[in-house]
């Protein structure tokens, strides 16, 4: 094909998509106000829709066209979830495993395989698409396996029933959620990106800390933090913000390693960050059978300890540095950037509101995005001059947004399907019972290794779902409760864009602060440190969670925020002066026995990080009087 003609087929394929992407988002909000179709109907309709896009839309960002072999998956995705949406009264009354396949669904299902493993791999690399691959074989020949991985086998036609033909597979509560719940809060946040809330969401945060020393380094923490549990995207929100914040740290004078690790720290945050969170979180509403407005408040405080350990952090290297604070003639004004457009904080409200008031996560979403675009009409002569454009742009991004997320909820629906028809999710407590010898502590370790493991260069989403199926009946049957269950892998799925060695939010940090990845890596992971520490206090201590007595939340909080400041301290190395090993161990340990919840933890704590903080002190103006000395 000629350039001209290549030209044209991507000018063409990109009017095509903003064209259909614009449909897909009108459909979903008429389903929002006036109710879903049937499930079959929906869940097969959004997953064409996205499917295409996802195939055809990849390369246009690129500012490439589309490949032969990107129209031929779009082709199968049409064809197989067609297939579904055209036959869905037939399916929806379809007897499963009674019922012999036609060989039009045979084939229509091994084409829908071919889609998702393939969609797969373009999402998260060979990971995600060779444990898609795996779990087939396991399921067309564990039969193999010894016990207790073995299960009788099932043919190819089974294996296809179940992931293709039922609810119990790719069809199933990921994409559900996918479907429903995460598309809305997706153009909820595309709405707010539409109208400047990555503009109002930085100049607020420079408002506040500007002032402060290490101001813009706590600046890419606090807008992260807004925009992160908005996109729902580590990596997409490293990129968002990360243009202005990083360079904007480096000139201050942070190392280039630092600074891209805080943006990605804070934008891995976002995704744990109340009340919207990433989209594994509205996934979890329907694995759990937990109102989102209650996952949303045992969300609260482990998020805050997490972001407050970062600003700690952040503090103490500026000081370390002898940073100052910015001048206030360089920083935007609170109150002006409040008056121009503080209205963008009221949506966000509304959400919290519509939820502690019983909507359903869809219904939220769908509210709070027309308060956005009445308050942007009303308040922004900007946005009512650019109304229509706004709108448009709105419907037609959150469709691409969606696009990955939807993919690695239904490969991973394949591997759910494996699971529920071989058994294995029931028979994991007995396997992680067998590897931990009865021991919950190490019981936990092992799924956090997992899970981090799992997660390593995989979308949230994806990782949650596998071990969310896989391996949280097998903490709640150890006598862990579901919610703290499901909130401990959910914790270190997010955490997996932020641990070497593949932390991918880390190195798209790298990339934009010109830094070697490897320690911008690890410095992001010793940032983000509280992370990886407060899942297991949390089962100990369900208070973290705000579950329990009021004077028992009270005092686990007030332990906790002491205890994450002093990981802070010790992760840095820095108070007053440098620590030196010993105080920094004895610091370590007192934090970790404050996080933990328990008076006596707590007082031996207190009095441990009490005592090294005198003892830094007196080191500290002792240096400083010897110094003074010689300058005299």
Request: charged residues 10%; hydrophobic residues 55%; glycine residues 10%.
């Amino acid at each position: 094909m000629t350039v001209e003609g290549i030209n044209r087929t991507k000018h063409l394929t990109k009017y095509f998509l903003y064209g259909l992407s614009i449909i897909i988002s009108i459909y979903h909000l008429w389903c929002a106000a006036f109710g879903f179709p049937t499930a079959y109907l929906h869940r097969s309709l959004h997953t064409l829709g996205v499917f295409i896009i996802f195939f055809l839309g990849r390369r246009l960002q690129e500012d490439k066209g589309p490949r032969v072999q990107d129209f031929l998956m779009a082709v199968f995705a049409i064809i197989s979830t067609g297939y579904v949406a055209l036959s869905y009264r037939y399916l929806s009354e379809r007897v499963p495993y009674a019922t012999a396949l036609t060989v039009t669904e045979t084939l229509c299902g091994l084409v829908f395989l071919i889609v998702l493993i393939e969609g797969a791999r373009r999402v998260a690399g060979p990971v995600l698409a060779f444990l898609v691959g795996g779990f087939l074989l396991y399921g067309r020949f564990g039969y193999l396996l010894p016990p207790p991985f073995w299960h009788r086998g099932f043919t190819l036609n089974q294996l296809i029933e179940q992931i293709y033909l039922t609810l119990d597979g790719a069809w199933g509560v990921p994409l559900h959620a996918t479907s429903t719940y995460v598309f809305l809060f997706i153009l909820f946040g595309s709405a707010l990106v539409a109208t400047g809330a990555g503009d109002f969401f930085t100049d607020f945060a420079r408002a506040l800390m500007g002032r402060t020393v290490g101001g813009p380094a706590k600046t890419a923490v606090l807008s992260s933090a807004l925009m992160g549990m908005l996109s729902g995207s580590s990596v997409a929100n490293v990129v968002t913000t990360g243009a202005f914040t990083i360079p904007l740290m480096k000139k201050e004078g942070y190392g280039g390693p630092f600074a891209g690790a805080v943006e990605a720290a804070a934008s891995t945050g976002g995704q744990i960050m109340p009340p919207v969170m990433g989209a594994a979180a509205f996934i979890m509403v329907e694995f759990t059978g937990i109102q989102y407005s209650k996952i949303m408040i045992h969300a609260i405080l482990p998020a805050f300890l997490y972001f407050l350990g970062i600003f700690v952090m952040v503090d103490l290297e500026s000081r370390r540095l002898g940073l100052k604070a910015s001048s206030p003639d360089m920083l935007p004004s609170l109150g002006q950037t409040m008056r121009d457009k503080g209205y963008l904080l009221i949506p966000i409200g509304a959400i919290v509101y519509f939820l502690i008031k019983g909507f359903t996560p869809g219904k939220a979403g769908l509210w709070a995005t027309m308060l956005l675009f009445a308050l942007a009409f009303i308040f922004d002569e900007n946005c009512r001059k650019n109304f229509v454009r706004i709108i448009l742009t709105t419907l037609a991004e959150a469709p691409r947004m969606v696009a990955t997320v939807s993919m690695a909820c239904a490969a991973a629906g394949v591997i759910v399907g494996v699971i529920l028809i071989t058994g294995l999710g029931a028979r994991m407590s007995g396997i992680v019972l067998k590897a931990s010898g009865g021991h919950l502590p190490v019981a936990l370790f092992l799924v956090m290794l997992t899970s981090l493991v799992l997660g390593m260069g995989m979308p949230t989403s994806g990782a949650y779902i596998i071990m969310a199926a896989l391996i949280a009946p097998g903490l709640v049957n150890m006598g862990v409760p579901v919610i703290v269950a499901h909130m401990f892998i959910f914790y270190y799925a997010c955490m997996s864009a932020l641990t070497p060695p593949v932390a991918v939010a880390s190195y798209a940090a790298a990339g934009i602060a010109e830094s070697n990845p490897i320690k911008t890596a690890y410095e992001g992971f010793r940032l983000g440190i509280a992370a990886y520490i407060v899942p297991f206090m949390f089962v100990y201590g369900q208070s973290l969670l705000l579950i329990g007595s009021p004077i028992n939340i009270i005092t686990t909080a007030i332990s906790s925020v002491i205890g994450v400041c002093v990981l802070a301290v010790a992760s840095q190395n820095w108070l007053f002066t440098e620590l030196g090993i010993i105080r920094r161990i004895g610091m370590a340990c007192a934090a970790i026995t404050l996080i933990k919840p328990g008076i006596v933890s707590d007082l031996v704590g207190l009095t441990l990080a009490g005592l090294i903080v005198y003892i830094q002190y007196v080191s500290f103006k002792r240096i400083e009087q010897q110094s003074e000395a010689v300058q005299l």
